[in-house]
């Protein structure tokens, strides 16, 4: 089912003859991403245009994630930005079945890697290391502590059914899963981290959660086709509004939620557009807020704080859920009003009424609402913003597929931990 995006509210802040042409450049941009083909200048990183060709592996993936199924009590996800967070968003959000799933090689903190092997004491552990090309701190140094703690228990020919190992082909890592016997799985070298959604990256993880692959993907190519349709369509008319807003005084686009189960795909959000769009000073914050919690803390800064806040609201229809609120009169507690309502119209009266307050606050509010959450909606949820974001970076002046700000920290913490020079 379709995702509606809804700009009434915000166009109204936005200078209307640049929000016009901002239109125009955006679905000229998305026509020369995705119809040049090879000679295309982005050829080398926009290998995520096409689902389908992005989702390989599919029958080999279905395999394993079946014996994983099978043997494991908990299966480890160790990767860290791109390399995690699309699957993380949607196991944490969806009804999954199947081993538990633990997440590494995303922090350097020792207490939480120390609690994650304890949580791994007694259990039958399967991991899939995740990492472009194998050079992250973070999934590496993970991956020995991890490799030790199951070499001590596993014999190498258990360890080479309970590791996965997904990068680059010619990257060390291919180099280490032929050694050593381990399934190594595609990370395409044409695609990004952040835009890897639909290539194996995710789709292991998907799959030993019980999720429907062929669904996700399908909602992916479904987005896809919808924006060829409509050269755009909504990816490129959200784009332009935000350009048009990001050259007035607007710094902030705050995404909000009242679904918590949406905190790791706000997460997604959050690392697909920052790392994209945050280059040469320029670039909308992208922050997130959880409702209706987060009403509570920063629902004052959107209402009345400093004026450079724009807001986009994801919505979800289907609440998933039905409970309502029992009638309890003897109680006295003044909350009858709210007698035999269910949770459902309690929450959207919440939003509604939010939207209103900032809208009337000065806040430019946009609407992106989902049908309900399951794998095919984050299919094109996923593939709606990846081509919004590459859209939004380009018309921004910037290249929304490289990271180079991310090296600055890296050189000083490899030279404090005296990694040697390539
Ligand atoms: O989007 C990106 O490219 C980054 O966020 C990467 O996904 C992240 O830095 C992890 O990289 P790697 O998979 O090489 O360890």
């Not at 095919?376 to 002046?397: I, P």
Request: proline share 3%; net charge negative.
């Amino acid at each position: 089912m379709k995702l509606y995006l809804n700009t009434d509210l915000a166009q109204r802040y936005a200078d209307a003859g640049l929000l016009e042409q901002e239109r125009l450049r955006a679905k000229d941009i998305y026509r020369e991403l995705t119809a040049a083909g090879e000679a295309s200048p982005d050829w080398g990183v926009t290998g995520w245009l096409h689902c389908e060709e992005a989702a390989m592996q599919r029958a080999q993936i279905a395999e394993k994630a079946k014996e994983i199924r099978e043997n494991a009590d908990v299966f480890v996800l160790v990767g860290v930005g791109g390399s995690n967070q699309a699957a993380r968003a949607m196991i944490e959000a969806l009804d999954t079945t199947g081993p538990q799933i633990l997440y590494a090689g995303n922090t350097l903190s020792a207490w939480e890697l120390a609690r994650t092997l304890q949580k791994l004491e007694g259990k039958s552990v399967y991991i899939n290391v995740i990492a472009k090309n194998f050079e992250t701190l973070e999934p590496g140094s993970h991956f020995r502590v991890l490799r030790r703690w199951m070499s001590e228990r596993y014999t190498p020919e258990e360890m080479a059914r309970r590791v996965v190992l997904t990068g680059t082909y010619g990257s060390r890592l291919e180099e280490i899963a032929k050694e050593n016997g381990y399934l190594f799985l595609s990370f395409p070298e044409r695609i990004g981290g952040r835009y890897s959604a639909f290539s194996p990256v995710s789709l292991l993880a998907l799959a030993v959660a019980g999720l429907d692959v062929e669904a996700f993907v399908a909602g992916g190519s479904a987005m896809e086709a919808e924006l060829a349709a409509e050269q755009g369509g909504i990816a490129a008319e959200y784009a332009a509004l935000r350009s048009a807003l990001g050259q007035k005084d607007y710094a902030i686009e705050m995404l909000a939620a009242f679904e918590p189960r949406l905190f790791w795909a706000q997460s997604w959000w959050k690392q697909l557009f920052g790392e994209s769009e945050g280059k040469d000073h320029k670039g909308l914050f992208p922050a997130t807020m959880t409702n209706s919690e987060d009403l509570h803390s920063m629902g004052q800064y959107m209402q009345e704080g400093r004026r450079i806040l724009i807001e986009t609201f994801l919505m979800v229809d289907d609440p998933g859920a039905e409970l309502r609120v029992q009638p309890d009169k003897a109680f006295g507690d003044r909350f009858d009003y709210l007698d035999g309502m269910d949770f459902a119209n309690i929450n959207r009266a919440a939003e509604k009424a939010t939207i209103q307050a900032h809208d009337a606050g000065g806040v430019p509010c946009i609407q992106l609402r989902l049908p309900r959450l399951d794998e095919e909606t984050y299919g094109r949820m996923y593939y709606f913003f990846m081509m919004a974001c590459a859209v939004s970076g380009k018309l921004l002046g910037v290249d929304p597929f490289d990271q180079n700000g991310v090296e600055e920290y890296k050189r000083s913490m490899f030279s404090a931990l005296g990694k040697p020079k390539n």
